[in-house]
């Protein structure tokens, strides 16, 4: 998180999903989450929660904006925004053009949308699972809400995914890190200046 903050990341997020190995627990959220307040948006991530589980994170954590990483439908956003009262995000996950089309039933509702690459079949992680897709799918790409790029970034390629696809905003989560699950300081610090000056 110092890493994150120190290096400008505009959003920070905060895992919950048990199956991941990037998960954190409600108390260790709460820390993470009164480091970054007030320096960079906090983002919730969600797989399919249900609305307690959701009031809990927002009564505990208090996040500016809640991402939803399964399939939930664009219903369940409008109800968490007006029920929780914060942003809400929508990853939606890219192999070809045609998979773009679903954003436009979401930004109604989303505040913003992540386009994800699609996790390999074998995969119990909806995200994280440091894969691309074709960056330039997003190129010229028209919608009315601000979207994401994520996908098997890294310090090395992040410069080359957004000027092929000039997405004006990324995500990251393995390729920043030095084994799975466990954080890089420096890597964090290089993806962020090198997504910054591209
Ligand atoms: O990162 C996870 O473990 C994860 C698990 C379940 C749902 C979402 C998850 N990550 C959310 C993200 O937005 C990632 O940053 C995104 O999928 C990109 O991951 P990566 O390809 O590893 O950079």
Request: proline share 5%; with cysteine; charged share 30%.
């Amino acid at each position: 998180m110092e890493a994150a903050l120190d290096a400008g990341a505009d959003m920070v997020g905060l895992m919950f999903f048990p199956k991941s190995p990037r998960h954190v627990s409600l108390s260790k959220a709460c820390k993470l989450a009164d480091m970054a307040r007030g320096k960079a948006e906090i983002v919730a991530v969600t797989v399919n929660m249900d609305p307690d589980g959701l009031s809990r994170i927002r009564e505990l954590v208090n996040p500016d904006m809640i991402q939803f990483h399964g399939s939930e439908a664009p219903e369940a956003l409008a109800a968490a925004k007006v029920m929780q009262g914060t942003k809400v995000m929508k990853a939606l996950s890219v192999g070809e053009r045609e998979d773009l089309e679903r954003a436009r039933y979401y930004s109604i509702v989303a505040d913003w949308i992540l386009f994800d690459a699609k996790p390999p079949k074998d995969s119990e992680l909806p995200g994280g699972n440091g894969v691309s897709y074709d960056w330039t799918l997003l190129k010229d790409l028209d919608l009315e809400k601000p979207f994401l790029l994520s996908g098997g970034l890294d310090p090395a390629n992040v410069g080359d995914a957004i000027r092929q696809s000039g997405v004006k905003a990324v995500d990251v989560s393995s390729g920043v890190e030095r084994d799975k699950g466990v954080k890089d300081s420096e890597r964090i610090r290089a993806f962020v200046a090198a997504a910054k000056s591209a």
